[in-house]
T-cell receptor, first 113, second 110 residues
């Protein structure tokens, strides 16, 4: 089934360690996004990419980096994790242009201890 | 004023009733609008797009009021399975172009 896949599903990570959250889509969507969702704060955009080779900062980019080497993959890296990065992370993709809804992955539940 | 505002609820509604909630947006240049549904600990899923003329999908009706800058979602004959959080999404303006509301929590009671 076509869609967007995230890995891992969940992870416990020691503070100070690095980690890459993986996101792959097979819908050939140009745009991809990383959100974090925290209780009471809703979905907040971390980084986005409108097309392969370009990335942009969202609302809460600090402590995170992304790359977009090709259309399908959009990994999110935490270089040195901190407890405040404990959250549920969702990757999403969409066709370019207005009127194109987002398709979300299943999410990664990350706990930084 | 927040860009996209929703009443967080929870809305407690008996099964079979009709429930409606709104979402207001501040950017008058917004051009596309969506309702998403999110179940506990799951990813948001597209419920329906919202068109200028309003649109209906089974028991669900979405409407857009550009003059007052809000969209609405009406659910008729509510089912237990409708219990979820409903997210409003507004598109248009800004680099990423998408703004999410924090969601309205709906609980359908037997």
């Amino acid at each position: 089934t076509a869609g967007i896949t995230q890995a891992p599903t969940s992870q416990i990570l020691a503070a100070g360690r690095s980690m890459t959250l993986r996101c792959t889509q097979d819908m050939r969507h140009n745009a991809m996004y990383w959100y974090r969702q925290d209780l009471g704060l809703g979905l907040r955009l971390i980084h986005y990419s409108n097309t392969a080779g370009t990335t942009g900062k969202g609302e809460v980019p600090d402590g995170y980096s992304v790359s977009r080497a090709n259309t399908d993959d959009f990994p999110l890296t935490l270089a040195s994790a901190v407890p405040s990065q404990t959250s549920v992370y969702f990757c999403a993709s969409s066709d370019s242009g207005l009127g194109s809804p987002l398709h979300f992955g299943n999410g990664t539940r990350l706990t930084v201890t | 004023r927040k860009e996209v505002e929703q009443d967080p609820g929870p809305f407690n509604v008996p099964e079979g009733a009709t429930v409606a909630f709104n979402c207001t947006y501040s950017n008058s240049a917004s051009q596309s609008f969506f309702w998403y549904r999110q179940d506990c600990r799951k990813e948001p899923k597209l419920l329906m797009s919202v068109y200028s003329s309003g649109n209906e999908d089974g028991r669900f009706t979405a409407q857009l009021n550009r003059a007052s800058q809000y969209i609405s979602l009406l659910i008729r004959d509510s089912k237990l399975s409708d219990s979820a959080t409903y997210l409003c999404v507004v598109q248009g303006g800004g680099a990423d172009g998408l703004t999410f509301g924090k969601g309205t929590h709906l609980i359908i009671q037997p």
